[in-house]
């Protein structure tokens, strides 16, 4: 996968901790998104941002928080972790907005989040 | 609300044998339909987008098509080293900025 880094690759979270998962593009791509993959279901929105300063919910966006103060970051934040944010986090970036001409999305490699 | 559907959820072939696997969507105003290739531990891989009805497009052994209620991605002759699952997703005029997928198909192909 070109250009998109998630930290960390795995990790191990109490109830109630807190935790931030990074993901960094270098293809100075406007718009970045996570989703969360869990078994049975496709891949779900939790936040995305079409530009720095930008950004907006999606499909599940309780429990976590986004913030894009650069180009090329986009962090998750999960606020007080619970066992059912126990997923695969992924992020995604791209030129533009999804469905714009000519538009790749790249992901990640992916976060994998216990929490016990 | 969008929503997309795969089948069949899983699919075992012998290495050569052709065959499709279908993505049934229901958006309001589709925007573009993409199909990703995702290996255990590893992030969806990019193969196609597709934005208008009649629309195809190929790589390799993969074509993938369009009509107003689905697309189809067939596999010709394929070889194991296409076994992976297949996601399906669309972006609508409708809703968040995002994709919005289905659950995948798993494709296994036999030696």
């Known amino acids: 996968n070109a250009g998109v880094t998630q930290t960390p690759k795995f990790q191990v979270l109490k109830t109630g901790q807190s935790m931030t998962l990074q993901c960094a593009q270098d293809?100075?791509?406007?718009?970045m998104s996570w989703y969360r993959q869990d078994p049975g279901m496709g891949l779900r929105l939790i936040h995305y941002?079409?530009?720095?300063?930008?950004?907006d919910q999606g499909e599940v966006p309780n429990g976590y928080n986004v913030s894009r103060s650069t180009t090329e970051d986009f962090p998750l934040r999960l606020l007080s972790a619970a066992p059912s944010q126990t997923s695969v986090y992924f992020c995604?970036?791209?030129?533009?907005?999804?469905?714009?001409?000519?538009?790749?999305?790249?992901f990640g490699e992916g976060s994998w989040l216990t929490v016990v | 609300e969008d929503q997309v559907t795969q089948s069949p959820e899983a699919l075992r072939l012998q290495e050569g044998e052709s065959s499709s696997l279908n993505c049934s969507y229901t958006?309001?105003?589709?925007?573009?339909l993409f199909w990703y290739r995702q290996d255990p531990g590893k992030g969806p891989e990019f193969l196609f987008t597709?934005?208008?009805a009649g629309e195809e497009k190929e790589k390799e052994r993969l074509k993938a098509t369009l009509t107003k209620k689905e697309s189809f991605l067939h596999i010709t002759a394929p070889k194991p080293e296409d076994s992976a699952t297949y996601l399906c997703?669309?972006?609508?005029?409708?809703?968040?900025?995002?994709?919005?997928f289905g659950k995948g198909t798993h494709l296994i192909i036999q030696p």
């Open positions: 995604a970036s791209s030129y533009s907005r999804p469905g714009t001409g000519g538009n790749t999305i790249y």
């Open positions: 293809m100075n791509h406007e718009y």
């Open positions: 941002s079409v530009g720095a300063g930008i950004t």
């Open positions: 958006v309001s105003g589709l925007r573009g």
């Open positions: 597709l934005y208008s």
């Open positions: 997703a669309v972006v609508s005029g409708g809703g968040a900025d995002g994709l919005t």
